[in-house]
């Protein structure tokens, strides 16, 4: 696959000019190929390996191999535009890895060749269609997954809507709108594999991705598939008829033979039950409801919380506001990014679209950089001597590496790198990326407070320990209803049993997190132990759900098949294993609290999987992990 704007005409002057910017390991498995050179691959022009999430754009090369990698790219790019031909089109299997291990400067394992070939292109997923039909499917959402559902709906030929609560698209990201919000993980990864961008920064801010997912809205058409302004209220299945009812909070009802739910984790803010919280006199609200008009210019602000959003929001308005008073129950783990506040400039763009191949190796050397290769380190040696503070030699390393930025960054402040230095192992909370927060908390108006908030006073915040700031502004930067899946909806199965009762409050299940016993016909996204707590960008989960459910649908169509639900055993043993890997790693070090796990400390929200495994897992759907039965009418009546 080649990008379609490479065909322009060739440009040597500006082209020699854009390599001047571009990423050298990136270009090695270009150059091999466009030319099936397999000096390419060799010394001296194979790259050092990245440090931890560096882009590593020099390649640890000498200034003089830096040059030959530039000047033999422009004449094979000269040549591929002139010829029109390429030496090495589609490379699968073990040359791909190789070349991808020459790229990132480390074996990559065999076993990531057929997901690297589908995503670069090199071996598209075949696209099932189904027969013509009248299967309905109702979808839940219109955010990242529910987008991506109606897309893959559309080209299987099944009829859909996508009922979704707010005015537009973008779920999260159209909430979401407090200062300094964005993405941690890099855009062109956080991006879908079949709609590439020319992101501004490597990092997009909250309005790029907003208007991303707009552009691939109108550029997919799916608003005409679209109820906006519609909340879901209930879901009832009616076992008889093989359907769903939907009800929305205006009393509508809908039905359909299908539901498809993207709600996502990040949708229902949580807002601590901290007293006073009525009674304070001024502006205090959640982040994810942060007021447009808001002016905080010479204010005194609180707040409250130090994770994700917090990170975010802190540097943006340290500036801005008279005094900034931070209360911090745990502190969190910080990786530095060579590149996060660095603008993609003309020329980067130039090499994504003229030269061959650029884009997807771009991207490969991404995915592989921040996905499953940290994953082994969050193993549990249970033989390591360190246990508190790390998990084995490599966490330890890496604990050290964070420990030395942090130092640095706070250098000449001990009391700041006290209270900002974590005692529990890296990576035991989602990690976080340095925004600006270090230099944020050395600012002379900046005050971090060690305490988790006992309640709200008229005036301001009480710490536990009795610490008191009067403030004019409060922000609940405390996260969202993480455990609570398809909260507030309703949703009966068979016999009515509603699936919260199922669950509990706060220990969801299902196979794959995507399909779960006594509910048929009803399958999630975003669901239970499939968010990535290991890195990587969860868009790449949600092609893997999406893909998993249209499989299923079709074959659903193929054979006549009215309802699938998931065997009571099939998720049984899914669950035996997703606890069980979950019991080897960090997440349920006893260190810390996070978000991923429920109070009885079951971890819930996060994958223990590699991506690479749970890509090959939900490969395709196995009806004998199903009880089915034979449509009772036709299907959609």
Request: proline share 6%; net charge negative; aromatic share 8%.
């Amino acid at each position: 696959m080649i990008d379609a704007g490479a065909a322009a005409p060739f440009d040597r002057d500006r082209l020699t000019a854009a390599l001047e910017h571009a990423n050298l390991p990136t270009l090695v498995p270009v150059l091999h190929q466009l030319t099936g050179e397999r000096r390419w691959l060799e010394a001296p022009f194979r790259p050092t390996r990245s440090r931890g999430m560096d882009d590593n754009d020099g390649g640890g090369f000498a200034p003089e191999v830096a040059a030959q990698i530039r000047a033999a790219t422009v004449d094979a790019v000269a040549a591929w535009a002139q010829e029109g031909t390429v030496a090495v089109p589609a490379p699968v299997g073990a040359p791909l890895v190789e070349m991808l291990s020459v790229a990132v400067g480390e074996t990559v394992p065999a076993e990531f060749a057929a997901m690297l070939a589908e995503d670069m292109g090199f071996a598209p997923e075949a696209v099932r269609t189904a027969p013509a039909n009248d299967l309905s499917v109702i979808v839940i959402g219109a955010g990242v997954s529910g987008m991506l559902a109606a897309i893959k709906l559309a080209e299987a030929g099944i009829d859909h809507v996508v009922l979704e609560k707010n005015d537009d698209v973008g779920g999260t990201w159209l909430e979401n709108s407090y200062p300094g919000a964005g993405v941690d993980t890099q855009s062109h990864l956080y991006s879908y594999s079949f709609a590439p961008r020319a992101w501004s920064t490597h990092f997009g801010k909250r309005d790029e991705v907003l208007q991303y997912l707009r552009d691939v809205a109108d550029d997919h058409g799916l608003r005409s598939r679209i109820r906006f302004d519609t909340e879901v209220a209930a879901a009832d299945y009616d076992e008889h008829r093989q359907r769903w009812t939907v009800r929305t909070t205006a009393g509508e009802e809908l039905t359909a033979d299908v539901v498809i739910t993207a709600t996502g984790q990040l949708n229902r803010p949580k807002v601590p039950p901290l007293p006073g919280l009525e009674a304070f006199r001024g502006p205090i609200f959640h982040t994810a409801h942060w007021p447009a008009d808001l002016d905080l210019t010479g204010k005194r602000v609180a707040v409250i919380g130090t994770g994700a959003s917090a990170m975010q929001v802190v540097p943006a308005i340290a500036a801005d506001v008279a005094r900034l008073t931070v209360f911090q129950r745990s502190p969190q783990w910080v990786a530095a990014n060579d590149v996060y506040f660095t603008a993609i400039g003309d020329a980067v763009h130039h090499l994504m679209d003229r030269v061959p191949f650029y884009r997807q190796w771009y991207r490969a050397r991404l995915a592989w950089n921040i996905n499953d290769r940290v994953h082994p380190s969050l193993q549990v040696d249970p033989e390591w001597e360190h246990p508190r503070q790390s998990v084995n030699a490599v966490n330890d390393a890496h604990r050290r590496v964070f420990t030395r930025y942090l130092e640095s960054e706070l250098d000449g402040r001990p009391d700041l790198i006290e209270k900002a230095l974590p005692a529990y192992p890296p990576f035991g909370k989602r990690m976080l990326l340095d925004n600006g927060w270090y230099a944020a908390l050395r600012r002379d108006n900046v005050e971090l407070i060690t305490e988790a908030v006992a309640a709200i006073t008229p005036t301001g915040v009480r710490g536990v320990a009795g610490t008191v700031r009067d403030v004019d502004v409060v922000v609940l930067a405390t996260g969202f209803e993480t455990h609570k899946f398809l909260h507030p909806v309703d949703v009966r199965g068979r016999a009515g049993r509603e699936i919260h009762d199922v669950w509990g409050p706060e220990d969801a299940t299902a196979h794959l997190g995507i399909t779960t016993p006594g509910f048929p016909n009803l399958f999630l996204t975003c669901g239970p132990g499939t968010v990535l707590g290991h890195g990587g960008s969860y868009i790449t989960i949600a092609e893997c759900q999406v893909r998993y459910i249209v499989d299923l649908l079709v074959t659903m169509i193929e054979n006549g098949i009215g309802a699938v639900e998931c065997r009571p055993e099939v998720e049984d043993e899914y669950v035996r294993r997703h606890d069980a890997a979950h019991a080897r790693m960090i997440w349920t070090h006893p260190g810390m609290d996070n978000w991923y796990r429920n109070d009885a400390g079951r971890v819930v929200s996060t994958l223990p999987w590699r991506i690479v495994d749970y890509w090959g897992m939900t490969r395709a759907a196995d009806l004998a992990d199903f009880t089915t039965e034979p449509a009772r009418a036709p299907t959609g009546s």
